[in-house]
């Protein structure tokens, strides 16, 4: 069984990816890289990643959020984070993380820095 | 419960989840609360991961032999990998400005975080062990 399941929603413009399980090293990191790649070999370069169903990531899944990141500002989309739980913004702020992303506790909030 | 536990694992990614698991179990065991099996699974993942990945390489003849010990002062791990181990002086500090988009080097930040004590030694037959601490 895999460790994550991402689900995909259309707002406008913005592709929001619904993620629910763990983005540890092996499956979680893998299958998030996969389809952030797809999206942007699709054109979709607006990304909101809405973290609210992860209950665990670990330093590579920080890391795939990172590589996301670039890839997708590379491609000149915006990547940013939705609902992070206490646990994902304490390590986000470990690691200083914070000062690169943007992130949001509500969606319409997050939908709405994107015009 | 024992008060010393061991395990050995082969160097597979699988070996993370499995490690954890063993931790969870242990630390459970011995009346340690959610606070510190949190710090606990982190660091077991971050350090097997390590052990894996950078000290034995994958290698099928390698394994990472991990010990729990329920001490006084606090739940002590130890995880060791064959590898040609490392200087952990030359990892670079992934919080720095010029690091913050490397994607990778943040596990050690991680355990050193979460876990009150931590410390790299080399053992004479070879290998990298990394020891943590993480006090009641």
């Known amino acids: 069984m895999s460790d994550i399941t991402i689900t995909e929603r259309q707002a406008g413009d913005v592709t929001i990816l619904d993620l629910q399980g763990k983005v540890t090293i092996g499956e979680g990191s893998v299958a998030l890289r996969t389809t952030i ?6 054109g979709k370069n607006k990304i ?28 000149g989309g915006v990547l940013k984070l939705l609902s992070l ?7 986000l702020a470990i690691t200083k993380l914070l000062t690169v992303f943007d992130t949001y506790d509500d969606e319409a909030s997050a939908l709405s820095s994107y015009n | 419960m024992s008060e010393t536990h061991y395990i050995e694992l082969p160097s597979v990614i699988e070996s993370v989840e499995e490690a954890a698991i063993s931790a969870d179990e242990y630390a459970r065991g011995h009346g340690f609360g959610d606070e510190i099996i949190f710090a606990i699974d982190l660091a077991i993942r971050e350090s097997v991961a390590n052990a894996v990945k950078h000290g034995n390489k994958f290698a099928d003849d390698k394994s990472v032999q991990i010990t729990f010990s329920d001490l006084e002062e606090g739940l002590e791990i130890k995880v ?22 490397k994607t990778d080097g943040r596990g050690i930040l991680f355990m050193r975080s979460f876990m009150d004590e931590v410390e790299w030694s080399n053992p004479d037959d070879g290998g990298l062990e990394v020891r943590m601490l993480k006090r009641r």
């Open chain 1, 37 to 42: 790649r797809r999206l942007l070999g699709e």
């Open chain 1, 48 to 75: 909101l990643l809405n973290l609210g169903g992860v209950g665990y990531i670990d330093s590579s899944g920080i890391g795939e959020l990172v590589s996301s990141f670039t890839a997708v500002k590379k491609e």
């Open chain 1, 85 to 91: 739980t206490q646990k994902i913004q304490d390590l």
């Open chain 2, 80 to 101: 060791r990998d064959f590898g040609s181990g490392f200087s952990v002086e030359e990892i670079p500090d992934p919080t720095n400005p010029e690091n913050l988009l």
